[in-house]
């Protein structure tokens, strides 16, 4: 691979993701919207997903696509269906168009899964979520999946470390969302991200969705506790027990293994 560009890159995972893939000596091009601060060596291209016309200058001649872009953080589900599957619609699309031999990978969620799971859910599942970020990511994933590409999808955890705040998030979110404190959730650390994306790069997970997730899931009160916040916990029963956890058990066989593999070994090594 000598090109590639990354959507998402100022975002929670993309700022993150970046600077390794340039570590890793990969050319990279980033789609912004507007002047923004970026690794050295990283090129912005400026271009907006929901703009068909501003795409073909940001793919062209480029060996890979990395998807990250996308919108939940809003009350606005218009929006969030117009930038999740409108604007896959647009880049896969372009990609098709003006990089057909570029391999496209897309960043999903375990959202999509069905809360109310016997089991950690594994890829083959069927997948009907009513809330407008799962469900608009589910029509990208399809989108994708019924393009001429070579693609792979990622259905990514709750993802945290490299001082993001998302595990000091935990007592908000629980709080706004009412999450029992023993409910647990997969999780991975961004040098994990960028694991599997760079196995996803090299061709491992082509034509595949695969659930990426560390060895060990997280309770909201532990999450809390290694966020800086503690929580009360509770004795009250527990529903869906198993609503955000993902089997990874594919992900290991296509040769998948993170490499901070618990969250407790990534505060011990102070990577949280």
Same mark, same amino acid.
């Given at each position: 691979?000598?090109?590639?560009?990354?959507?998402?890159?100022?975002?929670?995972?993309?700022?993150?993701?970046?600077?390794?893939?340039?570590?890793?000596?990969?050319?990279?091009?980033?789609?912004?919207?507007?002047?923004?601060?970026?690794?050295?060596?990283?090129?912005?291209?400026?271009?907006?997903?929901?703009?068909?016309?501003?795409?073909?200058?940001?793919? *062209?001649? @480029?060996?890979?696509?990395?998807?990250?872009?996308?919108?939940?953080?809003? *009350?606005? *589900?218009?929006?969030?269906? $117009?930038?999740?599957?409108?604007?896959?619609?647009?880049?896969?699309?372009? @990609?098709?168009?003006?990089?057909?031999?570029?391999?496209?990978?897309?960043?999903?969620?375990?959202? %999509?899964?069905?809360?109310?799971?016997?089991?950690?859910? $594994?890829?083959?599942?069927?997948? +009907?979520?009513?809330?407008?970020?799962? +469900? !608009?990511?589910?029509?990208?994933?399809?989108?994708?999946?019924? !393009?001429?590409?070579?693609?792979?999808?990622?259905?990514?955890?709750?993802?945290?470390?490299?001082?993001?705040?998302?595990?000091?998030?935990?007592?908000?979110?629980?709080?706004?969302?009412?999450?029992?404190? +023993?409910?647990?959730? !997969?999780?991975?650390?961004?040098?994990? %991200?960028? %694991?599997?994306?760079?196995?996803?790069?090299?061709?491992?997970?082509?034509?595949?969705? @695969?659930?990426?997730?560390?060895?060990?899931?997280?309770?909201?009160?532990?999450?809390?506790?290694?966020?800086?916040?503690?929580?009360?916990? !509770?004795?009250?029963?527990?529903?869906?027990?198993? +609503? &955000?956890?993902?089997?990874?058990?594919?992900?290991?066989?296509?040769?998948?293994?993170?490499? @901070?593999?618990?969250?407790?070994?990534?505060?011990?090594? &102070?990577?949280?």
């Amino acid at each position: 691979m000598t090109s590639l560009l990354l959507t998402g890159a100022t975002g929670l995972v993309g700022s993150r993701l970046l600077p390794r893939l340039v570590d890793a000596g990969v050319t990279c091009r980033a789609l912004v919207r507007q002047d923004v601060a970026l690794p050295d060596g990283v090129r912005a291209v400026h271009g907006d997903l929901s703009d068909p016309s501003s795409l073909a200058a940001a793919v *062209e001649d @480029v060996d890979a696509v990395v998807h990250l872009a996308a919108l939940f953080r809003t *009350e606005d *589900e218009d929006a969030i269906w $117009r930038a999740n599957r409108d604007g896959t619609r647009n880049l896969v699309s372009a @990609v098709e168009a003006d990089a057909p031999g570029a391999r496209f990978v897309m960043a999903s969620t375990g959202n %999509v899964y069905d809360h109310g799971a016997a089991r950690p859910s $594994r890829e083959t599942d069927p997948c +009907a979520p009513t809330q407008a970020y799962p +469900a !608009s990511k589910v029509a990208a994933e399809e989108l994708l999946r019924g !393009s001429a590409l070579t693609w792979s999808i990622l259905r990514l955890p709750f993802v945290y470390g490299d001082g993001d705040g998302h595990l000091a998030s935990m007592p908000t979110l629980a709080g706004r969302f009412g999450l029992h404190p +023993a409910h647990s959730y !997969s999780v991975a650390h961004h040098r994990d %991200v960028a %694991v599997a994306v760079e196995l996803a790069l090299a061709g491992r997970f082509d034509g595949r969705i @695969v659930n990426i997730a560390d060895d060990a899931p997280l309770t909201v009160l532990q999450m809390a506790e290694l966020g800086g916040t503690p929580i009360e916990g !509770s004795a009250e029963p527990l529903e869906s027990p198993w +609503a &955000g956890r993902m089997d990874v058990t594919l992900a290991h066989e296509l040769g998948f293994r993170p490499t @901070v593999p618990t969250a407790y070994a990534a505060a011990r090594d &102070g990577l949280l």
